[in-house]
């Protein structure tokens, strides 16, 4: 019986394991896109005239 809640507890932390890394792995893929957004936001601003000039 004993061995039976060991392999539990075991298959219980490989899971634990598994959705851990999944989740870092979706953490990085968000902050990558995150990050590229920005660029792109930034490099945007940095093309478009000043809001000054857009009023005129």
Same mark, same amino acid.
């Given at each position: 019986?004993?061995?039976?809640?060991?392999?539990?507890?075991?298959?219980? /932390?490989?899971?634990?394991?598994? /959705?851990?890394?999944?989740?870092? /792995?979706?953490?990085?893929?968000?902050?990558?896109?995150?990050?590229?957004? /920005?660029?792109?936001?930034?490099?945007?601003?940095?093309?478009?005239?000043?809001?000054?000039?857009?009023?005129?």
């Amino acid at each position: 019986m004993a061995d039976k809640d060991e392999d539990t507890r075991k298959e219980d /932390q490989q899971d634990l394991e598994h /959705q851990q890394q999944d989740l870092f /792995q979706e953490l990085a893929r968000e902050q990558t896109d995150a990050e590229k957004a /920005q660029k792109g936001d930034q490099e945007r601003s940095a093309k478009a005239p000043p809001q000054d000039e857009k009023a005129e």
